[in-house]
Structures are given as C-alpha cells and as structure tokens.
C-alpha cells in the first residue's frame, strides 16, 4: 500500500540485534557482499503492544551470511506487492469505488472502508488499525452479494486500470521469469482483482484478500488479509518452500508497513518509494531504496549478485 505516516511508532528505532560479522564494509565492494551483509533490525514495542516494527517479530532470528558464494544453482523467488508498487494506485479502492457507483455492496460498509483509510493518512490511526478495521468494513460491504457480480465488476475495473501501471513492471516479470526466479504477486487488495492484473502480465501465481463465500454469496467475513500482521510473510515462506527456494537468495518489492516483514526475510529486499518511516527503516538495514526509473537496474545487480 501507497506508504503513510505510521502515527511516529517507527520513529524509535530500538535493540538494534547486532551484526552477524562485525566488520564493515562499503557500498563499492562486491554487491554479492552488500546484499548479504549483516542486517541490523530496528524495533519498537509501539505498534500492536510487542516488541517490534510492524511485521518484524521475526526479525531477531534473521542473519545472512557475509559474502555468501554458491557453486550451484539455488531456486529463488521474488514477492511482489501491488498497491504503490506495481501501480501507483490501489486497485482494491478502486474496486470498491466501482462497487459504490453500480450499487454493489453495503454503502455504510463502504464509507467505512474509505473513512479507515483517511484516518491513517491523517495519523489518527496507525497502520495496523487501518487494516483492522478495513477489513471487516471491506468484508461487510461485499456481505450478501454475489460471487459472480464482484467478479464481473473486478474485470471491468481492471481494463479501466491496466494502462496506468508503472511502464517498469512488464519488463520487470519478464526479466524474472528469464532468470528462472518465479514472481509471486501478493497484495491487501481483493483476490477478485489481483487475479486479473497475475494473469494479464503471465504470472500464476498470486494472492489477495480472500473473502468467505457461500452458496455463491459473500458472508461478510474475511478468510485472510495479507497486510495483517504475519500475513505476507507466511504466504512468502509457503511459497518459497513449497519450490525449495532459498529465502537468502530471493527479493521482495514493497513501498510500505505491510512489507516490511518480507523485506526483512529475503536477502535483495527493495524498498520501492518508500515515505519517511520505511525509508528509514531501509537506511538502518541498508536495504536499497529504488524508484520506478532505476527499479530495474536494481533488480538486474540483485540478480546478478
């Protein structure tokens, strides 16, 4: 999701684990020794009541070893989020923008949705809460209407979005798939439409949020969100294990809290327009800091290395 301010929980940076190899080195050596450097993990015990920048409860256990060299081949995968990352908007709002016009869905339920997220970018809510609540509110809009209706709809929304996503991401997944590394594209946004932007750039492989049906109908409840806490990277980790790929080897794409989880487990995360509290995140873990112009050129070092 489009980055905002996190409410200034990231703002303290605490219990820096310390480096897995002491020595230090700089950005002109090898980039096979600068993407497996040691990565220091800010945390806070601000965000969700535990000790952790959201998403990184796991971060303490993480360590990449140092100049790591391979004489064979390891299978390695790239977690790709959608909204602000692949395309500048977020394609579930848009999807629920759609649903308001066409009377598809719970119009309170709606503003719910729309009001969650206008808090946060206002700060009066953080980045966890958001999503709690536009979940459910997500959830409650879609109660009682057909399966098949939101379908219809995501489909046509996405022929409305497909021309706006960055000029970078076709070539990004074709660069991938030549590599043999496989695109895993993983967004907060509904499955309905995540499909449909996977399968219009030829990748089989998806995941969005996942709404319960039931007789043809929505239930109103969500079955899972992958911007909660732990969602992303339990989907990256089943993924990854289910082709044997090794996580050290492989890249994550994101520009926000969501991410950071992912971005932490892989050993090439980019950081992809990130705003100040991700940014700075990023610098204290010296993970790279890309945007849509140099984005491939990134990737083409993280392959590389």
């Not at 990004?172 to 594209?185: F, S």
């Not at 499909?195 to 969500?222: E, I, Q």
Request: charged residues 20%; aromatic residues 6%.
């Amino acid at each position: 999701m489009i980055e905002h301010e996190l409410h200034g929980a990231l703002q303290r940076r605490l219990d820096l684990f310390e480096h897995a190899n002491s020595g230090e080195h700089n950005l002109d050596q090898s980039y096979s020794n600068y993407w497996f450097r040691s990565t220091t993990i800010a945390r806070t015990g601000e965000i969700s009541g535990g000790a952790c920048v959201w998403g990184l409860e796991h971060a303490a256990s993480l360590r990449y070893d140092q100049g790591m060299t391979y004489d064979e081949p390891v299978a390695r995968v790239a977690i790709l989020d959608v909204d602000g990352t692949m395309h500048p908007r977020s394609i579930g709002l848009a999807l629920l923008d759609e649903m308001g016009r066409r009377g598809l869905g719970r119009p309170d339920a709606i503003a719910a949705v729309m009001t969650a997220v206008a808090q946060l970018r206002a700060g009066s809510i953080d980045f966890p809460e958001m999503v709690a609540r536009s979940t459910a509110a997500y959830a409650a809009a879609l109660a009682g209407a057909e399966q098949a209706a939101l379908t219809a709809l995501a489909r046509e929304t996405w022929q409305t979005l497909r021309g706006e996503l960055f000029a970078f991401v076709r070539p990004l997944i074709a660069r991938l798939m030549e590599a043999g590394v496989a695109p895993y594209i993983v967004s907060s946004s509904p499955h309905e439409i995540v499909a449909l932007l996977a399968a219009d750039l030829g990748v089989k492989d998806c995941d969005g949020s996942r709404f319960a049906v039931r007789g043809g109908r929505y239930t109103g409840d969500c079955h899972s969100m992958p911007g909660a806490l732990g969602g992303k990277l339990t989907l990256l980790r089943q993924f990854a294990a289910a082709r044997g790929a090794s996580l050290s080897r492989s890249l994550a794409l994101g520009n926000g809290p969501g991410d950071i989880e992912v971005l932490a487990a892989v050993g090439r995360p980019l950081v992809f327009e990130a705003g100040p509290p991700l940014s700075a995140i990023a610098r204290t873990n010296n993970w790279p800091q890309v945007n849509r112009i140099n984005v491939l050129d990134h990737v083409e070092l993280a392959l590389a290395a």
